[in-house]
């Protein structure tokens, strides 16, 4: 029988989701963000600004110049599988960026914005979404975090603090306010492909019938459902409460579940950015 975890874990579904949202990256930063000259956040942003102010060579090539002492630092540092899939990453950002040789029209500076960032963010986020990473600065974003507990965010803030700093002293400034326009998009459209497949819904049922209730679903559905104890303020009496987590497609039948055995049933719906363990997602191991 098909199991979509064990092949979510897989070399092949890994090293597709990696090919394909590196492409997808590389051909926002060669088919729009290069044309108008656009800083990306990140390593690649240093690499960029290596190429418009040497012209020695193309960001692809320094961006896998940069990376050679972040992976060798990831190597003596975090786990072989996570550093080979962002090695991959890397690798095909930086030759598909030197070979794509194709622009995308968008005269709008704010337009291509938009679109880069929408582009770069979710080539990032596919990428996210593997036992790997993007390469760059995702290789010593990880090390710190499991090292000295600082935020994988934090880091990126202060690079690219620093990054868009020397942009604005180097560059014109309506060019680096775009940047920082594209590389919020790019922000919103991880956040957005991260959740896109993973998002789930918290459900929490009281009713004077919920072990009836539990039954259906444990029964309908194939998933688990908990028992919270609770305690009711008005009646002043002990309350079971039950606690589900669905997904979107599942959860007008479990509306219709809960109201066919109890009309007078209250039922609470909250949104998750992700379930980890038990029948839903693994844990991403660095």
């Given amino acids: 029988m098909f199991n979509f975890r064990d092949f979510s874990y897989s070399l092949f579904w890994n090293l597709f989701l990696i090919v394909v949202g590196s492409l997808i990256q590389a051909i926002g930063f060669k088919a729009i963000s290069a044309p108008h000259g656009f800083v990306p956040s990140g390593l690649f942003g240093v690499a960029a600004l ?3 102010k040497t012209g020695l060579l193309d960001a692809g090539y320094w961006y896998l110049l940069l990376n050679v ?3 060798i630092i990831g190597y003596l540092l975090i786990g072989k599988r996570f550093l080979g899939y962002s090695f991959v990453s890397m690798l ?3 030759l ?3 070979g794509i040789d194709f622009q995308i029209e968008l005269r709008n500076q704010l337009y291509a914005a938009v679109c880069f960032g929408v582009l770069a963010g979710t080539g990032a986020g596919i990428v996210l979404r593997t036992l790997g990473s993007n390469g760059g600065l ?3 974003a990880v090390i710190l975090n499991q090292r000295y507990n600082i935020g994988v965010g934090k880091t990126y803030f202060l690079f690219n603090l620093v990054l868009f700093s020397f942009s604005f002293a180097s560059l014109d400034n309506d060019l ?5 326009i594209a590389a919020f998009v790019a922000s919103v459209s991880v956040e957005y492909s991260l959740s896109l497949f993973s998002q789930r819904k918290l459900c929490l049922i009281i009713s004077a019938r919920s072990s009836e209730i539990a039954e259906q679903v444990m029964e309908k559905f194939k998933v ?3 028992f919270l104890e609770g305690f009711g303020a008005y009646k002043k009496e002990p309350r079971r409460v039950l606690m589900v987590v669905t ?3 599942q959860l007008k039948r479990l509306e219709e579940i809960i109201f066919t055995s109890d009309p007078h049933a209250l039922f609470i719906v909250e949104n998750t950015f992700n379930v980890i363990g038990s029948t839903f997602s693994r844990r991403k191991i660095y």
Avoid: Q, R, W
């Fill in 96 to 98: 598909a960026y030197s």
């Fill in 224 to 226: 688990g459902a908990t």
């Fill in 69 to 71: 002492p972040m992976f």
């Fill in 247 to 249: 997904n979107n497609i």
């Fill in 138 to 140: 995702d290789v010593i």
């Fill in 50 to 52: 290596f190429e418009y």
């Fill in 176 to 180: 680096v306010i775009a940047s920082l």
């Fill in 92 to 94: 095909v950002i930086s």
